[in-house]
């Protein structure tokens, strides 16, 4: 089962900024956060990540809780072609065999309009 | 940067059919993964292959078979089709666990069943 929680859908409007929720209240101490995008069911694209602190690269900001419980992805001036389902994901490790794997939910279809 | 390259993009069959997908990768990732994605849905991890020589099941895998050639490719064969694999399916890779890095995804390869 997901362990994360988002909205179906969102809108925004081209050139403001997209405010993405996502709860994930059971999440482990050592569980990372991901978000990934998948637009017109091309492969999922990576984003960001985070463990702990507050995350930001050229594609987005994460902000995430002090108790880990939830966070945000942040697109700071969102774009039509960044109409796409965003999956916030928690990575989880498989320790038998060092490594790990993504446990996706349905997403957020985000609407960018113009 | 060719990343994880799928082939084929697009494959019909009949029920009973065998069939093997296949992946590559060229970033020397010692993890890859196979998922598989239904409409309106997120993606779901059939097997996994932590380093060369090992696989795993993941959430669904019955039905299918894995093999992990080398360190490059991850194959994925359907032994006998039947309409409920009916799909798009999705190869990954990522780097050393551990080291908190990003799945990386190829294209999809498009599966109907009839």
């Known amino acids: 089962d997901a362990k994360t929680t988002q909205p179906p859908s969102m809108d925004c409007a081209e050139g403001r900024a997209a405010n993405l929720p996502c709860n994930h209240s059971t999440i482990s101490g050592n569980e990372y956060v991901y978000w990934y995008r998948q637009i017109h069911s091309q492969g999922p694209q990576y984003i960001i990540h985070g463990l702990k602190n507050n995350e930001t690269n050229e594609m987005a900001s994460l902000i995430i809780t002090e108790d880990r419980k939830s966070s945000t992805l942040i697109l700071p001036h969102a774009t039509l072609r960044d109409t796409a389902v965003y999956y916030c994901?928690?990575?989880?490790?498989?320790?038998?065999?060092?490594?790990?794997?993504?446990?996706f939910g349905t997403g957020t279809r985000l609407q960018v309009f113009p | 940067n060719a990343g994880v390259t799928q082939t084929p993009k697009f494959q019909v069959l009949k029920t009973g059919q065998s069939m093997t997908l296949q992946c590559a990768q060229d970033m020397n990732h010692n993890s890859m993964y196979w998922y598989r994605q239904d409409p309106g849905m997120g993606l779901r991890l059939i097997y996994y292959?932590?380093?060369?020589?090992?696989?795993d099941k993941g959430e669904v895998p019955n039905g299918y078979n894995v093999s992990r050639l080398n360190k490059r490719e991850f194959s994925l064969r359907l032994e006998s089709a039947a309409p409920s694999q009916t799909s798009v399916y999705f190869c990954a890779s990522s780097g050393n666990w551990g080291g908190d890095q990003p799945q990386h995804f190829g294209d999809g390869t498009r599966l109907s069943i009839l």
């Open positions: 994901i928690v990575r989880v490790a498989l320790l038998k065999y060092n490594t790990d794997k993504l446990i």
């Open positions: 292959s932590a380093s060369e020589g090992t696989t």
